[in-house]
């Protein structure tokens, strides 16, 4: 072979004249290299390389051995150069020009190679983005690189052997049948949170306390669950379902305690509404009553397993399903409800209506010392713990600056439904003393003290008591909690906590209720901490 060198883009043997190669055609309508590479803006290196690869063959050479390429070529250079500018490879360019593949082919060919390299290369993506999410330790991450290159047959298989394990010897076909149907199903290309779902999903099921929970649901769904439920069972479970969370919400909203008389037609209600989705069960309970109550109860118990929440949560989460509802607060509130009244009761006996003025007075007074309380509050205290375990100091601060809004919101005929939002601000003592007096300006510019409310038209001024009660109670929580005094308004303490007795005296002490049993107040304690004790504080 002739070696040849460049030069200026022209193409001569080596140590040949380029000059021989410079001009645009040979004379018979043949292009040199450097003609071509001029006409179509492809260097000469790539028109060499891609003439050597067989995609551009020359169709002549001179006696001096420079090529020659016919006026053709400019045409079946751009085809080479479009295709290569989309990744396709020579043999399968080489196979177009020959004929013997159709560029449609080829096109579909590589684009299936396309997207199984992209594919490959979300997935990586999506690995290393659940990786950096989940903090992966440097000895995890074979096992998380391992469960995110399943496929859908084996996550599919970890789902089966789980539940299989789990319901071992339970008869509950229809249970296990509807636990299989949700088997986690990943898209093609799974953002990040899918994937780091499924592989938190796959770690959750191998844990032995989620394979005991469900087995536990399967047991629970075996015994009550009919052999042949009716079509419309699961839409009417469904429906009390969310009756429940609806009236649960509504309550806490109220701010009706699931141990107070006001809860007790609430318990009613749904206790009616569920009855019907029960006829279909063994045994099933006729009417509300002690049997009922126990069954509901222990529906929602059952129901409540955290672990088989996440569960649900992580599977919604992998496969881009709805996410099932919420409902903690209103369950809990509905099973403590439920503990509370056991059993239908008579209407409550409200306590006799209090004198109006006396009671706003009482309030006065109370209100009084546990600004003062609110307002010694420095800001570097407010993340301190107080009796009532779960809250902070700033937290009590907010419920009780709630409470106020909140009664203050009734007396005005539109109840506020926003107890979880801040209440304080930046400022907690202006936000306390702005709800103080917007309750006491309620009290005096509403007919909220003479009015009465609810289905058992307790008195307004009962209001009035019930503030001064939780105000005291909680102004003595945050004095604990600050290290300060706990003899708060002596002059009224006493009057509070008879009010106390008779607003809350028949109240059960019960799980998730209001108040934990009553305590042995101190030998001379004052009313404040006559109250603290008889409302189970210590």
């Not at 179509?40 to 090529?67: C, F, I, N, Q």
């Not at 599919?156 to 149907?181: C, K, N, Q, S, W």
């Not at 129901?303 to 949560?313: G, L, M, S, T, V």
């Not at 003393?433 to 307004?460: D, H, K, M, Q």
Request: proline share 8%.
């Amino acid at each position: 072979m002739r070696a040849t060198t460049t030069h200026g883009g022209l193409e001569s043997p080596a140590g040949g004249d380029p000059t021989v190669d410079g001009m645009n055609e040979d004379g018979g309508g043949l292009l040199t290299i450097g003609a071509l590479a001029r006409r179509t803006g492809v260097t000469v290196k790539t028109v060499r390389r891609w003439s050597d690869e067989g995609l551009l063959p020359p169709a002549a050479r001179t006696p001096a051995g420079y090529r020659l390429y016919g006026p053709d070529a400019p045409a079946r250079l751009e085809i080479v150069r479009t295709l290569r500018e989309l990744g396709i490879g020579t043999a399968e360019i080489r196979a177009v020009l020959c004929s013997e593949r159709t560029v449609a082919d080829t096109a579909r060919h590589w684009a299936d190679a396309l997207d199984a390299q992209i594919r490959t290369l979300r997935l990586r993506r999506a690995v290393l983005r659940a990786v950096a999410a989940r903090g992966t330790a440097a000895e995890e991450l074979p096992d998380v690189h391992r469960l995110a290159r399943l496929t859908a047959v084996e996550r599919r298989r970890i789902i089966e052997e789980f539940v299989t394990d789990a319901l071992d010897g339970v008869d509950a076909p229809a249970y296990r049948a509807g636990l299989l149907a949700a088997a986690p199903d990943l898209p093609e290309d799974p953002a990040p949170g899918q994937l780091g779902a499924w592989i938190d999903l796959a770690e959750h099921v191998q844990r032995p306390e989620v394979r005991a929970a469900l087995r536990r649901l399967a047991e629970y769904s075996a015994r009550v669950t009919p052999a042949t439920p009716s079509a419309t069972a699961a839409e009417a479970a469904v429906r009390v379902a969310g009756l429940m969370r609806e009236r649960g919400d509504a309550a806490l909203a109220a701010g009706i305690a699931p141990d107070s008389p006001a809860a007790e037609p609430v318990v009613a209600e749904l206790v009616a509404a569920w009855l019907p989705t029960q006829t279909d069960t063994a045994g099933p309970p006729e009417q509300d009553g002690a049997a009922a109550r126990r069954g509901l109860l222990e529906q929602l118990e059952t129901a409540a397993e955290p672990h088989i929440e996440r569960y649900w949560q992580l599977m919604c989460a992998a496969t881009g399903r709805p996410q099932p509802p919420h409902w903690d607060a209103a369950g809990t509130w509905t099973t403590a409800a439920l503990r509370a009244h056991p059993e239908p009761g008579p209407a409550p006996v409200l306590p006799p209506a209090p004198d109006a003025r006396r009671a706003l007075y009482v309030y006065e007074r109370v209100s009084a010392h546990v600004t003062a309380l609110v307002d010694a509050v420095p800001k570097d205290a407010l993340d301190r713990p107080t009796p009532c375990a779960t809250w902070s100091v700033r937290q009590l601060i907010d419920h009780m600056t709630w409470e106020n809004l909140m009664i203050a919101s009734i007396a005005r005929d539109a109840p506020r439904t926003d107890p979880d939002a801040d209440h304080l601000g930046d400022d907690h003592p202006a936000a306390f003393r702005e709800s103080v007096a917007g309750l006491l300006a309620a009290f005096t510019g509403t007919r909220i003290l003479e009015r009465t409310y609810g289905p058992y038209e307790a008195p307004g001024a009962l209001f009035a008591q019930q503030a001064a009660v939780e105000l005291l109670a909680h102004g003595w929580d945050l004095a604990r909690a600050l290290g300060a005094g706990t003899d708060l308004a002596p002059e009224v303490a006493d009057e509070v906590l008879a009010a106390a007795h008779g607003i809350y005296g028949a109240a059960p002490r019960t799980d998730g209720g209001s108040f934990a049993p009553e305590r042995a107040a101190p030998e001379g304690a004052g009313g404040a901490d006559r109250l603290a004790a008889f409302l189970g504080r210590g």
